[in-house]
């Protein structure tokens, strides 16, 4: 196995957003810092999540072989680099790897039984997603839609069991947005998973009406992303600056989506943009943690 190529299949970036999401829910929820740092906080988030996360995305290219030799023969696996059994070897050490990590960040911060029992639920989603939840379609798009904002969650029940709204309204925007995002690559995809019979909605219902639809989800995570500017988040105007050029950009890919005769290569733009989207927004949300006096409050 090519160690570029096992890094590769664990998609450093995905996991990246990902502990951006914990991050997020963390920054945006703290009263004040306790003696495990901030930094401190940020470091484990970032090994536990990626670690996570990267589980997830092995066992998805182990379970997606076959649709990936049609739909993606650039990955590791269908090139060659990376064999089903290193995959196989490589997900579980990944996985007790961010286990392991989560544990000794529990033990830490008293957080053991929170800690094990998020990224073990995390494991489990993204098995059931990678196992089952693909190939029943619609089902699959809300569990590894919630598998990537559930951090949200999670990092704000660090600091206390009462959820602010706003973190709501910024889960809100994060689940909608990828969940237009599955759509459209359900779209983008449909010739192998059709092969595979995956029940998509871009098979059941035809590209053209599952676009329809992957619009209107971009429309409620707009939405949704603008509501926060009216709570009481920590920093609303550093939150507007970068929220008006991501409610432009999710608005564009959802005109593009409505048009009509779209093919692979325009679903693969319009993709393209949900996830600069998606990229904006946490940026956004990150920075409404932000107050002027300095960096972290």
Known sequence: MKILAGIEMMRPVNGFM?????????LNTRDVTDAFSVPGHIFWFGMVYIFIVGAGMIINDIYDYRIDLVNRPDRPIPRGDVSLGEAKTLFGIVLGLGLLLAFFHGVATDMVVVNMTFTATFGLVGWLYAAYGKKSGFAGNILVSLSFTMGLIYGALINGLQIPGYIVYFFLTSFFLLMAREIIKGCEDVEGDRTESVNTLAILMGTRKSALIAACFSFLAMVF??????????????????????????????????KPGLQKKDFTHISRLQKAGAYLGLVAILVASFDWSGIFR
């Open 18 to 26: 990902g502990w951006l999401t914990v991050v997020i829910g963390y």
């Open 225 to 258: 992303f603008v509501l926060p500017v009216f709570a009481p988040i920590i920093n609303p105007g550093g939150f507007i600056l970068v929220m008006i050029p991501g409610v432009a950009v999710v608005g564009y890919a959802s005109l593009l989506a409505i």
